[in-house]
């Protein structure tokens, strides 16, 4: 049985993967770690994991296989280094760091260690987007788009949090690590210290690829479209699949007993990610896609000014 920390129990902890690991109990020994005992508490009593600590050290200490790390960004650095260290593969969100310098050498120390370090980018794992990949190689053009009804912030934090995503999204779909780029453009809208739009477009010898996000547009969606010669294909916020050719539409919508964890990606992810560690295949995210991710979010940054 592998034996798996999990190192921060906030908001994403709590509602994205403790109802997951809670189901892998047969397969997986949790050890929880948080520095809030009275959470601590509450969260053993619900799932009923058995090993807990509020001291990090020992956690580390303990003969972990993996470890998921779901605290502050500011901190995965030191924390993605000191499980590395040791010698444990790494599950982090995303992003693995807002310096695009520090991402770049904790892959470099995973890959020394020989070990995985494998960004939360769940949305290449929405059974939908997984389809909507299938169908990429027949594409020209691809577009990904976030909206929020207004809900501008600061620009770094804005561009790490959420455009990640839509950027992600992009280099999956595109397969961007694959080919060149011939052109590249790169803008942010900042008012006041706040990202209210951000829009990176790229140019390949196959495809134009376009990720765009508008914090003001009135309304929450997210849509992945690819257009080519035979058709368009497009993912709804990741639950809805449509295809239209010429006067044609069909429609693919998940089961209403798709779990929304299933239908987000996350738990496909997680369990990609624990049969990599189980069985030493490959990074399920892969560090060449995930570090062009962030760098394609750092330059989108460095186009605002590099505003905090």
């Known amino acids: 049985m592998l034996k798996v920390g999990v190192l921060g129990l906030g908001g994403i902890a709590q509602k994205a993967y403790l109802p997951v690991f809670a189901g892998l109990q047969d397969q997986v020994d949790w050890y929880l770690c948080t520095r809030n005992q009275a959470k601590l508490d509450q969260l053993q009593q619900r799932y009923h994991f058995p090993h807990s600590t509020t001291n990090v050290a020992q956690l580390v200490a303990e003969p972990l296989d993996a470890v998921f790390i779901h605290t502050p960004t500011a901190t995965h650095g030191a924390y993605v280094r000191q499980f590395l260290e040791a010698g444990v593969h790494v599950y982090v969100d995303k992003p693995v760091s807002e310096d695009f310098a520090e991402v770049q050498a904790l892959y470099a120390l995973a890959d020394r260690k020989q070990l995985l370090l494998t960004a939360g980018f769940n949305r290449r794992f929405a059974p939908l987007n997984q389809q909507l990949q299938q169908q990429a190689f027949q594409s020209n053009q691809i577009m990904v788009q976030k909206n929020r009804q207004n809900d501008v912030g600061p620009v770094k934090y804005m561009l790490f949090d959420l455009m990640t ?23 942010c809208n900042v008012t006041a210290g706040q990202l ?25 969606t997210e849509t992945a479209t690819l ?27 998940l089961s209403d007993w798709t779990p929304t964890l299933e239908q987000r990606g996350f738990a496909p992810l997680i369990n990609a990610f624990l049969k990599a560690v189980a069985h030493g295949t490959a990074n399920p995210v892969s560090p060449t896609s995930s570090l062009l991710t962030h760098q394609i979010c750092t330059q989108l940054w460095q186009s605002a000014g590099s505003v905090d």
């Open 227 to 253: 257009q080519g010669p035979s058709g368009i294909w497009q993912v709804q916020d990741l639950a809805r699949l449509t295809q239209q050719q010429g006067p044609q539409q069909q429609q693919t919508v």
């Open 165 to 187: 995503h839509v950027v992600d999204t992009a280099v999956y779909l595109a397969d961007l690590t694959r080919t060149d780029l011939t052109h590249a453009t790169y803008q």
């Open 196 to 220: 209210q739009r951000a829009r990176v477009l790229l140019d390949t010898p196959q495809r134009t690829v376009l990720a765009s996000m508008n914090l003001q547009a009135g309304s929450n």
